[in-house]
């Protein structure tokens, strides 16, 4: 009996122990912080959030700020407002801007490719300006469409000022926010020539004949296995701030600290956050952007099948080991009538895990559109398909 009796409490005991230990092996995966007075960690493809501290707090960014800064620029390059290629003539307030520069004169021409590789490496206050009035005419009006594309994006906690982070009373954002400004930027490719040079020589002065040394301000960029952005800051009301990506088999992570005490502490805890992620997480890719995934028939139309393709890229976030407990359902008809248009919605594609969740979907869209078919193409379709 007293045998039966220690056996249970041995039991007892044994359980109680490997319960303690999986609770604190989760409080360790998940509950840990960050010195910094505000930080995030977010999944780029999906955007989830996989850690946060004072995530929303209202706080000045400094030189994140040019964030917003390159990726308007991304945007009118991509709209064919501007030009890597065009010329830009540095203004008398552009060249007065203090803090890390690129020293340029008034009068000074640079291009627009210049001008963001500045940005990007060395972080340039009077780049940031000069590129600032090429796209807008004014620093004002670029301020403006900085606020407007905040908004379009769902930055609650953002108001610009300027376009590189100097201080100035009421020029705030949150760490959220910068990881939704910072995802969106990382979708430019081009973007990542100038985000991942590490040093580079920049002629610069009117007669070109200072040869600039840039080392990027993100020294991550150097140190840390897949590192690919984005943009550090340091004023003395805002302290040591980074927004960090980093990509690991087609998974991309974004990580933000912002009032960090000191620059060694501010990359020791993004790190932090990047090695957390990718420990944690694997990202599945379920389809790729414009990826043939099905071919449908045409019902009366001038063409008899159609290419479906994924409107969009479609990523799952899981928890490692999970991989498998995924499932994917493909919703779609077998016959589409024309006519339609190129990217007519035909489709989706939802993802799920075991437990019914939705972890994702997307639009299935055609890859052309087709026109209806004439009786002419209607006869011509009947005499094809008699055997000669």
Known sequence: MRNRYSKKVISYVICTVLLLLNAQIYVNANEFDVNAKSAILIDAGTGKVLYEKNSHEKLPPASVTKIMTMLLAMEAINKGQISLQDKVTVSEKAS???????????????????????????????????????????????????????????????????????????????????????RELLKYPKIHDWLTIWMSTMKVGKGKKTALELTNT?????????????????????????????TRNNFTLIAVVLGSPTSKIRFAETKKLLDYGFAAYSSIQISKKDEILEEITVEKGKENKVNIVAREDLKVLVKKGNESNIKKEIILPQIIGAPFEKGKKVGEIIVKNIQGQELGRVDLVTEKGVKRASIVDMFGKILKSIPQ
Request: glycine share 10%.
């Open 218 to 246: 993100n020294r991550l960029i150097r140190t840390y296995p897949g590192a690919n952005g984005i943009k550090t800051g340091f004023t003395q009301e805002a302290k040591y701030c980074l927004s960090a990506s980093a």
């Open 96 to 182: 007065s801007m203090g803090g890390s520069q690129l020293y340029l004169e008034p009068g000074e021409i640079k291009t627009v490719e210049q001008l963001l590789k500045g940005i990007a490496v060395a972080s340039a206050n009077d780049g940031s300006v000069a590129l600032a009035e090429h796209i807008a005419g004014t620093e004002e009006l670029f301020v403006k469409k900085m606020n407007e594309k905040a908004k379009e994006l769902g930055m609650k906690n953002t108001k610009f000022k300027n376009t590189n982070g100097l201080p100035e009373e009421g020029h705030y954002t949150s760490a959220y926010d910068i990881a939704l400004m910072s």
